[in-house]
Nanobody, 122 residues
């Protein structure tokens, strides 16, 4: 079992920045990859970014490329999502998850955190 706790969400104006954190505990030695998804009201949970635990592989959804950066600190068992140039359409609850490989496919994630709200005002 792996437990995940996200933090760092909040309210920010368009063009601003936030850094989300996802701290993992439990069987962290078994984590192959982690990722971030987001869910806006009335919409499906969608892929944002993923990273291998070694850090060598990263993927992003097209809408965040060049603005968001995913990284990890293996010593702290924590994954980060640095979000710059935020837009109102980035408003959502952001979730981190553990996957068997770096992937944007939701069903390949075995564990999820409780989510953190990000609100971008125009």
């Amino acid at each position: 079992q792996v437990q995940l706790v996200e933090s760092g969400g909040g309210l920010v104006q368009a063009g601003g920045s936030l850094r989300l954190s996802c701290a993992a505990s439990g069987r962290t030695f078994s984590i192959p990859a982690m990722g971030w998804f987001r869910q806006a009201p009335g919409k499906e949970r969608e892929f944002v970014a993923t990273i291998s635990w070694t850090g060598g592989t990263r993927y992003y959804t097209d809408s965040v490329k060049g603005r968001f950066t995913i990284s990890r600190d293996s010593a702290k068992n924590t994954v980060y999502l640095q979000m710059n140039s935020l837009k109102p359409e980035d408003t959502a609850v952001y979730y981190c998850g553990v996957a068997r490989r770096p992937t944007g496919v939701r069903y390949e994630y075995d564990y999820w955190g409780q989510g953190t709200q990000v609100t971008v005002s125009s």
